[in-house]
């Protein structure tokens, strides 16, 4: 199982932006589709972003389409997450995961319960 580490939040003014990156500890990711999700206070988790194996494939929810960016460098063992012209709407506690479809048809984690990290925290607040 992936174990990853999330970081790169911190809090924004709306409309302004951050980077997220996604680093794997033991495992080579160049195999992994990775996926993005999120979490606010009181509200159920939400799948952000996927990125296939390759960097060749990506998915965003329709929310961010045109203002959040999938990346990933295999060599680094990392994926990133640019987010542009934040809004309120985005806050959460980021987190990455393996993503249950190679192809990212569809944003779903492989593991519903288990193997989440600690998340990295994005608030966006005047």
């Known amino acids: 199982q992936l174990q990853l580490v999330e970081s790169g939040g911190s809090s924004v003014e709306p409309g302004g932006s951050l980077r997220l990156s996604c680093v794997a500890a033991?495992?080579?990711?160049?195999?992994?589709?990775i996926g993005w999700f999120r979490q606010a206070p009181g509200k159920e988790r939400e799948g952000v972003s996927c990125i296939d194996s390759s960097g060749d494939k990506t998915n965003y929810v329709d929310s961010v389409k045109g203002r959040f960016t999938a990346s990933r460098d295999n060599a680094k063992n990392t994926v990133y997450l640019e987010m542009n012209n934040l809004k309120p709407e985005d806050a959460a506690v980021y987190y990455c995961a393996e993503n249950f479809y190679s192809d990212c048809r569809r944003i779903r984690p492989e593991y519903e319960d288990d193997g989440w990290g600690q998340g990295t925290q994005v608030t966006v607040s005047s």
């Open positions: 033991r495992l080579p990711l160049e195999h992994f589709p």
